[in-house]
């Protein structure tokens, strides 16, 4: 069959029942976690951008918050107009090779009785660091205990200096039933937009947790955008008619990591059918929009990112 590309009016219906899909997901999801699901807000080491109020929502909606080294500079900056805010927001844990934690900032957290850890590898990011540490810290009773036994305070909490974190990980999942994890949902701001090479390591990381940890649902709040993947093999993105009146903008089917086909989508301003998409041809679904009135379905022959443009100013009423 050959390729299709026509061209919707601003609203259509689309029937979800009709859709024969392997995933579902909620748009509003991305940010404010199903109950059921465990929850993560990463910070990453970029300046903290978006509306104090949205922060203070999505901290608390969250069960872990969890500070990629640097990263707990830039909260306490953004936490800087009142002592108080600053001490009802503490992260669980802070993580890193600590190069970038200045130690005022580190002592103010340590004095607060905030978990540091120390890693020194060079041969893994920060950010992977606290993907290992949160996959523990719900995962595995025997880091839970090394944690809260106080003898280890010292002692960078009975973790090994360099790659402990690694290590304790690599050998949980050995034993870890992938099918009987309850999925993570890992919301993480910062990691898009600052440097070029973190931003692309951010982006390896909606793949790599994709494949080899799947119950991660991973996603990039920016100023400007949600990022996350889409599977293969057809996903139902839903979402409330307002909420994406009012907080939805344009959005993009990238092909970062491969070239694929997209074998269906239904629902966008731009519907396509088997439309291969590459960035080495150039030919990407860029400034597409969601027209179907409550949700959108996308099948692609492999795994593809999806950013979609959001206004920051008004999220906070739907949350
Ligand atoms: N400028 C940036 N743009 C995007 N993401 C960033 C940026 N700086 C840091 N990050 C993210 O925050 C994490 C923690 O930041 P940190 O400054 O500790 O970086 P790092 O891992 O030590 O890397 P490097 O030593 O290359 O700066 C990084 O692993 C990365 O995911
Ligand atoms: C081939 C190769 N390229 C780069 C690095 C450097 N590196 C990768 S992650 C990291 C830690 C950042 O905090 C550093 C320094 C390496 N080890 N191996």
Redesign the pocket.
Known sequence: MGEECVENPERIEIDADLIKSRNKMNLKELIHPNKDENSTLL????KIDIPKPLFYKIWTLHDLKVC????ANRLYDYLKDDESIRTKYLPDYII??????TEKVFDYYKRNKVIVIKQTT?Y???????VNLISLHFNSPKFRALISNENNHQSNHGIELEKGIHTLYNTMTKSLIFSKVTPISLL?L??????????I??IT?LYTLSENASYFKLSYMTPTDLIFLIKKNGTLIEYDPHFRKLCIGNCGLLPIGEATVIKETRGLKWDVKNWPTSVVNGRVSSSNRFVGENCCFIETEHDIILNVEIFVNRLIDFL
């Open positions: 910070i990453l080491n970029q990629a080294d640097g990263a890193g090779d600590l190069d970038s934690l060079q893994s990011t920060d950010f992977t660091k606290c993480a910062g990691g898009i937009g600052g440097r070029f090479d973190q931003t390591h951010s990381q």
